[in-house]
Protein backbone atom coordinates (compact mmCIF):
# COMPACT_ATOMS: atom_id res chain seq x y z
CA UNK A 1 0.00 0.00 0.00
CA UNK A 2 1.07 3.60 -0.15
CA UNK A 3 1.37 5.39 3.01
CA UNK A 4 3.82 8.04 4.70
CA UNK A 5 5.29 8.06 8.01
CA UNK A 6 5.88 11.68 10.43
CA UNK A 7 5.74 11.93 13.88
CA UNK A 8 2.53 12.94 15.22
CA UNK A 9 3.67 15.49 17.52
CA UNK A 10 6.70 17.68 18.50
CA UNK A 11 7.35 20.13 20.93
CA UNK A 12 10.51 23.08 21.16
CA UNK A 13 11.35 25.99 22.22
CA UNK A 14 10.85 29.50 21.14
CA UNK A 15 13.54 30.62 18.83
CA UNK A 16 15.39 26.68 18.81
CA UNK A 17 15.58 24.54 15.58
CA UNK A 18 13.19 21.77 15.32
CA UNK A 19 13.43 18.62 12.63
CA UNK A 20 10.18 17.16 10.94
CA UNK A 21 10.88 13.69 9.80
CA UNK A 22 8.93 11.95 6.90
CA UNK A 23 9.47 8.30 5.20
CA UNK A 24 7.39 7.22 2.89
CA UNK A 25 6.21 4.29 0.86
CA UNK A 26 4.62 4.80 -2.68
CA UNK A 27 3.92 3.21 -5.89
CA UNK A 28 6.38 5.46 -8.40
CA UNK A 29 7.68 9.48 -6.99
CA UNK A 30 7.77 12.43 -8.57
CA UNK A 31 8.24 14.75 -5.69
CA UNK A 32 7.66 15.65 -1.60
CA UNK A 33 5.75 18.52 -1.05
CA UNK A 34 5.09 20.32 2.76
CA UNK A 35 2.32 22.37 4.04
CA UNK A 36 1.36 23.88 7.11
CA UNK A 37 -1.90 24.26 8.47
CA UNK A 38 -3.33 26.42 11.20
CA UNK A 39 -5.78 24.84 13.70
CA UNK A 40 -7.81 22.84 10.67
CA UNK A 41 -7.25 26.48 8.31
CA UNK A 42 -6.41 26.11 4.97
CA UNK A 43 -3.13 24.07 4.38
CA UNK A 44 -0.82 26.45 2.30
CA UNK A 45 2.12 25.25 0.33
CA UNK A 46 5.50 25.49 2.09
CA UNK A 47 8.41 23.84 0.01
CA UNK A 48 8.85 21.38 -2.68
CA UNK A 49 11.67 18.65 -3.08
CA UNK A 50 11.85 16.68 -6.74
CA UNK A 51 15.35 15.87 -6.36
CA UNK A 52 17.58 14.76 -4.12
CA UNK A 53 19.01 17.80 -1.79
CA UNK A 54 18.34 20.57 0.48
CA UNK A 55 15.63 23.47 -0.90
CA UNK A 56 16.45 26.79 1.30
CA UNK A 57 13.24 29.59 2.19
CA UNK A 58 14.22 31.83 4.52
CA UNK A 59 13.86 30.41 8.11
CA UNK A 60 12.53 27.02 6.45
CA UNK A 61 14.46 24.33 4.74
CA UNK A 62 13.40 20.98 3.40
CA UNK A 63 14.94 18.01 2.31
CA UNK A 64 14.90 14.73 -0.02
CA UNK A 65 16.85 11.69 0.27
CA UNK A 66 15.12 9.40 -2.61
CA UNK A 67 17.13 6.20 -2.04
CA UNK A 68 16.24 6.30 1.60
CA UNK A 69 12.39 7.07 0.80
CA UNK A 70 13.07 9.72 3.48
CA UNK A 71 12.76 14.01 4.03
CA UNK A 72 12.62 16.26 6.48
CA UNK A 73 11.37 20.15 6.98
CA UNK A 74 13.15 22.28 9.24
CA UNK A 75 12.30 25.35 11.03
CA UNK A 76 14.80 27.36 12.10
CA UNK A 77 14.33 30.69 14.96
CA UNK A 78 10.92 29.04 15.83
CA UNK A 79 8.31 31.92 16.41
CA UNK A 80 5.18 30.97 17.91
CA UNK A 81 3.21 31.64 15.24
CA UNK A 82 4.84 28.89 13.90
CA UNK A 83 2.58 26.51 16.10
CA UNK A 84 0.66 24.72 13.39
CA UNK A 85 0.20 21.10 11.96
CA UNK A 86 3.11 20.04 9.12
CA UNK A 87 2.01 17.88 6.68
CA UNK A 88 4.03 16.01 4.22
CA UNK A 89 2.72 14.74 1.03
CA UNK A 90 3.92 12.58 -2.26
CA UNK A 91 2.80 12.99 -5.99
CA UNK A 92 2.92 9.75 -6.77
CA UNK A 93 3.12 7.39 -10.15
CA UNK A 94 -0.62 9.27 -10.87
CA UNK A 95 1.48 12.40 -10.21
CA UNK A 96 -0.72 14.47 -12.75
CA UNK A 97 -3.51 15.32 -10.04
CA UNK A 98 -2.76 13.23 -7.00
CA UNK A 99 -0.56 13.81 -3.88
CA UNK A 100 -0.81 11.30 -1.14
CA UNK A 101 -0.69 12.99 2.48
CA UNK A 102 0.57 11.94 5.47
CA UNK A 103 -1.25 12.48 8.77
CA UNK A 104 0.28 15.19 9.86
CA UNK A 105 2.70 16.67 12.91
CA UNK A 106 1.66 18.99 15.50
CA UNK A 107 4.16 21.47 16.46
CA UNK A 108 3.78 23.00 19.81
CA UNK A 109 6.04 25.64 20.72
CA UNK A 110 7.01 26.53 23.82
CA UNK A 111 7.69 30.21 25.01
CA UNK B 1 -6.38 38.74 -5.81
CA UNK B 2 -9.38 36.48 -4.31
CA UNK B 3 -7.72 33.66 -3.03
CA UNK B 4 -9.79 29.88 -3.20
CA UNK B 5 -13.32 30.70 -1.52
CA UNK B 6 -15.53 27.93 -0.21
CA UNK B 7 -19.09 28.42 1.07
CA UNK B 8 -20.29 27.59 3.61
CA UNK B 9 -17.62 27.19 6.09
CA UNK B 10 -20.10 25.26 8.31
CA UNK B 11 -23.32 23.06 7.54
CA UNK B 12 -25.28 21.52 9.87
CA UNK B 13 -27.38 18.90 8.24
CA UNK B 14 -29.89 15.84 9.55
CA UNK B 15 -28.94 12.62 8.30
CA UNK B 16 -30.63 11.76 4.94
CA UNK B 17 -30.84 15.50 3.58
CA UNK B 18 -28.47 16.77 1.17
CA UNK B 19 -25.38 18.91 1.18
CA UNK B 20 -23.90 21.09 -1.39
CA UNK B 21 -20.64 22.53 -1.12
CA UNK B 22 -19.58 25.05 -3.49
CA UNK B 23 -15.36 26.23 -4.55
CA UNK B 24 -14.75 28.91 -6.53
CA UNK B 25 -10.94 29.00 -7.96
CA UNK B 26 -8.47 31.39 -7.73
CA UNK B 27 -8.45 33.17 -11.07
CA UNK B 28 -6.92 32.37 -13.89
CA UNK B 29 -7.18 28.35 -11.99
CA UNK B 30 -8.71 26.02 -14.38
CA UNK B 31 -7.99 23.14 -12.27
CA UNK B 32 -9.99 22.18 -9.20
CA UNK B 33 -9.42 19.02 -6.74
CA UNK B 34 -11.53 17.89 -3.32
CA UNK B 35 -10.12 16.54 -0.60
CA UNK B 36 -11.50 15.27 2.51
CA UNK B 37 -10.03 15.75 6.01
CA UNK B 38 -11.03 13.92 9.28
CA UNK B 39 -9.80 15.70 13.16
CA UNK B 40 -5.92 14.56 13.09
CA UNK B 41 -5.49 12.94 9.90
CA UNK B 42 -4.19 14.74 6.75
CA UNK B 43 -6.06 15.19 3.40
CA UNK B 44 -7.93 12.30 1.33
CA UNK B 45 -8.18 12.73 -2.21
CA UNK B 46 -11.36 12.82 -3.88
CA UNK B 47 -12.43 14.43 -7.15
CA UNK B 48 -10.39 16.01 -9.73
CA UNK B 49 -12.10 18.06 -12.05
CA UNK B 50 -10.96 20.85 -14.66
CA UNK B 51 -14.03 23.12 -16.24
CA UNK B 52 -16.54 20.25 -17.80
CA UNK B 53 -14.48 17.68 -17.10
CA UNK B 54 -14.15 15.38 -14.04
CA UNK B 55 -10.79 14.03 -14.95
CA UNK B 56 -10.35 11.45 -11.67
CA UNK B 57 -13.15 10.54 -9.04
CA UNK B 58 -11.29 7.74 -7.84
CA UNK B 59 -11.40 8.84 -4.07
CA UNK B 60 -15.01 9.89 -4.20
CA UNK B 61 -17.58 6.87 -2.93
CA UNK B 62 -19.74 5.74 -6.30
CA UNK B 63 -22.84 6.03 -4.19
CA UNK B 64 -24.33 9.20 -2.97
CA UNK B 65 -21.02 11.63 -3.73
CA UNK B 66 -20.94 13.34 -7.21
CA UNK B 67 -19.34 16.76 -7.80
CA UNK B 68 -18.79 19.19 -11.04
CA UNK B 69 -17.38 21.99 -12.26
CA UNK B 70 -19.68 23.92 -14.93
CA UNK B 71 -18.57 26.21 -17.61
CA UNK B 72 -19.95 29.24 -15.32
CA UNK B 73 -20.11 29.21 -11.74
CA UNK B 74 -18.33 27.46 -9.32
CA UNK B 75 -17.61 23.85 -8.81
CA UNK B 76 -20.20 21.77 -6.43
CA UNK B 77 -19.66 18.64 -4.43
CA UNK B 78 -22.73 17.11 -3.67
CA UNK B 79 -23.60 14.48 -0.90
CA UNK B 80 -26.98 13.27 -1.31
CA UNK B 81 -29.17 11.75 1.80
CA UNK B 82 -25.62 12.20 4.21
CA UNK B 83 -24.66 9.93 7.34
CA UNK B 84 -23.09 10.20 10.54
CA UNK B 85 -19.87 9.38 8.62
CA UNK B 86 -19.90 11.65 6.14
CA UNK B 87 -19.03 14.83 9.05
CA UNK B 88 -15.77 15.94 8.04
CA UNK B 89 -14.18 19.14 6.71
CA UNK B 90 -13.59 19.25 3.23
CA UNK B 91 -11.26 21.57 1.35
CA UNK B 92 -11.12 22.47 -2.06
CA UNK B 93 -8.02 23.52 -3.87
CA UNK B 94 -6.96 24.76 -7.22
CA UNK B 95 -4.32 25.19 -9.61
CA UNK B 96 -3.46 27.04 -12.62
CA UNK B 97 -1.75 23.39 -13.99
CA UNK B 98 -1.53 19.92 -13.18
CA UNK B 99 0.60 18.96 -10.81
CA UNK B 100 2.83 17.36 -13.08
CA UNK B 101 3.56 20.88 -14.47
CA UNK B 102 4.24 22.32 -10.91
CA UNK B 103 6.30 21.98 -8.21
CA UNK B 104 2.84 20.36 -6.50
CA UNK B 105 1.61 23.18 -4.89
CA UNK B 106 -2.02 23.65 -4.82
CA UNK B 107 -3.91 26.68 -3.48
CA UNK B 108 -6.31 25.62 -0.67
CA UNK B 109 -9.88 27.24 0.57
CA UNK B 110 -10.52 27.75 4.10
CA UNK B 111 -12.48 24.59 3.73
CA UNK B 112 -16.44 23.69 4.68
CA UNK B 113 -17.16 21.93 7.89
CA UNK B 114 -19.77 19.55 7.66
CA UNK B 115 -21.67 18.35 10.44
CA UNK B 116 -24.68 15.70 10.19
CA UNK B 117 -26.82 14.83 13.42
Known amino acids: GQSLEQPSEVTAVEGAIVQINCTYQ??????LSWYQQHDGGAPTFLSY??LDGLEETGRFSSFLSRSDSYGYLLLQELQMKDSASYFC????????????WGAGTKLIIKP | NAGVMQNPRHLVRRRGQEARLRCSPM?????VYWYRQLPEEGLKFMVY????????ESGMPKERFSAEFPKEGPSILRIQQVVRGDSAAYFC???????????????FGEGSRLTVL
Open chain 2, 93 to 107: ASSPQGLVMNTGELF
Open chain 1, 89 to 100: AVRDERGNYQLI
Open chain 2, 49 to 56: LQKENIID
Open chain 2, 27 to 31: KGHSH
Open chain 1, 26 to 31: TSGFYG
Open chain 1, 49 to 50: NG
